[in-house]
């Protein structure tokens, strides 16, 4: 089965995303034709974009829609990177206020070297913040000016864990955040 309206087709599995999508496509196309499509998917709310996405990944519609599809595809990778460099490297909080280093963009999946401090080597000028919820200082604590050993944020993250992952700017702590893990978004 399928879900039709102008000249879409939206596949079963997808119909229910389809339907509200469908009033939506052909202003959608119509507005890609002089504005970047990027541009026009930018528009739209979150779980639109997402639906856009899913329609493109799954092969469903025309050329228009595969073009909206593949920039909103984009869009949601552009957010995750954006997440993930906001992303404290020691505890996980997701809410920093900007990256803690220049060019931190996530932590290096499994398989990959491991780091070792002092970062800003792998990762570029340190913001020389702390993050607000497990305290963890970035160029602080892992190239301590006072000639002190470097913290990982491995060995910080453990050590924050161990005494109940307490906030380290309660002021800071988000309505969303999990008690039981001290982690924005639990």
Not at 65 to 93: N, Q, V
Not at 147 to 166: I, K, L, N
Request: charged fraction near 20%; include cysteine.
């Amino acid at each position: 089965m399928t879900v039709t309206g102008s000249s879409y087709r939206i596949p079963a599995p997808l119909s229910g995303v389809g339907r509200e999508l469908l009033d939506l496509l052909p202003g959608l196309v119509e507005a890609a034709r002089t504005t970047p499509p990027l541009a026009v998917v930018h528009r739209l709310p979150p779980d639109r974009q997402d639906a856009l996405a899913r329609l493109s990944e799954a092969g469903a519609g025309s050329p228009e829609l595969a073009r909206l599809g593949s920039a909103a595809a984009r869009l949601r990778a552009l957010r995750a990177a954006a997440r993930a460099a906001r992303t404290c490297p020691a505890c996980g909080f997701d809410g920093l206020d900007g990256p803690p280093y220049l060019a931190f963009e996530g932590l290096p999946q499994d398989g990959a070297a491991p780091l070792v401090p002092p970062y800003a080597v792998a990762f570029g000028d340190p913001s020389g913040t702390r993050c607000p919820c497990c305290g963890y200082g970035f160029g602080l604590d892992d190239d301590p000016a006072d000639g002190s050993p470097p913290v990982t944020f491995e060995a910080w993250g453990a050590r924050w864990r161990a005494r109940g992952r307490p906030w380290s700017d309660p002021a800071r702590r988000p309505s969303g955040s999990d008690p039981a893990t001290g982690v924005h978004g639990g």
